[in-house]
C-alpha cells in the first residue's frame, strides 16, 4: 500500500557530507512524523532525527549540529542532510514514516507504520 524509497548512501571519508531522500509512495492520505533511524552492527536500531508534518524537528544527542532532517509534505519526500560525518556514523539508514492510508474498496483509513528497506552509510578513510 505505502512503499519508502530511500537513497543518498554511500561511502564517504570522515569529515564529509552525504545528503540521504526517503520517497514515499501509495495509497497515502496522510503523513504525519517521518525520521531516519539507524542500525551498526552489531547494535539496536536508534533514532537519528524525526520530523512531524508541521516541522518539529528531534535529533539524537550524537548527531545535533551535524545532521538537519526536512521534508517535503508535497513531494512525500524526507531528506537527512548529514555533515561533519564521523566513523562511528557508518550504519545501515533507514527511513520511517507514520501515514495514514486509504483502505480499498471503502471510504475509510487506516494508520500504518512503514519503513524503507535501507541504505548503507559508509564513513572511511
Known amino acids: 500500500q505505502v512503499q519508502l524509497v530511500e537513497s543518498g548512501g554511500g561511502l564517504v571519508q570522515p569529515g564529509g557530507s552525504l545528503r540521504l531522500s526517503c520517497a514515499a509512495s501509495?495509497?497515502?492520505?496522510?503523513?504525519?512524523?517521518m525520521g531516519w533511524y539507524r542500525q551498526a552492527p552489531g547494535k539496536q536500531r536508534e533514532l537519528v532525527a524525526e520530523?512531524?508534518?508541521?516541522?518539529?524537528?528531534n535529533y539524537a544527542d550524537s548527531v545535533k549540529g551535524r545532521f538537519t532532517i526536512s521534508r517535503d509534505n508535497a513531494k512525500n519526500t524526507v531528506y537527512l542532510q548529514m555533515k561533519r560525518l564521523k566513523p562511528e556514523d557508518t550504519a545501515v539508514y533507514f527511513c520511517?514514516?507514520?501515514?495514514?492510508?486509504?483502505?480499498?474498496?471503502?471510504?475509510?483509513?487506516?494508520?500504518?507504520?512503514?519503513w524503507g528497506q535501507g541504505t548503507l552509510v559508509t564513513v572511511s578513510s
Open positions: 501509495g495509497s497515502i492520505f496522510s503523513i504525519n512524523a
Open positions: 520530523i512531524t508534518s508541521g516541522g518539529v524537528t
Open positions: 520511517n514514516a507514520h501515514t495514514i492510508v486509504e483502505i480499498p474498496l471503502t471510504d475509510d483509513y487506516k494508520y500504518l507504520e512503514v
